[in-house]
């Protein structure tokens, strides 16, 4: 019924930029926590930024003042600008989102993307 769907990953220089977007799709009433986290081989899934539906913001420590989350609830997307990429930045990005969805029967869960694949090169 729910669907996210992610683009934007892709192989980056050090220093440079990389924007990444989430689009969901399917019976969705309100979109509530919208987020992105990463993950490496070996590694657990660790939240990088999330918005809320009040626009409150959280950023993962190693991120902030270079990655900026927004969302666009109009087309139920949201976005992960970000800038000054460095190598230990390099991992699989995967978008999150907690919403209200169903028709009749309303329901609230959790769903994931598929991940998309960043890489900094140094």
């Known amino acids: 019924q729910v669907q996210l769907v992610e683009s934007g990953g892709g192989l980056v220089q050090a220093g440079g930029s990389v924007k990444l977007a989430c689009s969901a799709s399917g019976s969705i009433l309100k979109l509530n926590i919208m987020a992105w986290y990463r993950q490496t081989p070996g590694q657990s899934r660790d939240l990088v930024a999330s918005i809320g539906g009040g626009g409150d913001i959280n950023y993962a420590d190693s991120v902030k003042g270079r990655f900026t989350v927004f969302r666009d609830d109009a087309k139920t997307a949201w976005y992960l600008q970000m800038n000054s990429l460095k190598p230990e930045d390099t991992a699989v990005y995967y978008c999150?989102?907690?919403?209200?969805?169903?028709?009749?029967?309303?329901?609230?869960?959790?769903?994931w993307g598929q991940g998309t694949q960043v890489t900094v090169s140094a």
């Open positions: 999150k989102a907690d919403l209200a969805y169903g028709t009749g029967y309303i329901r609230r869960g959790e769903f």
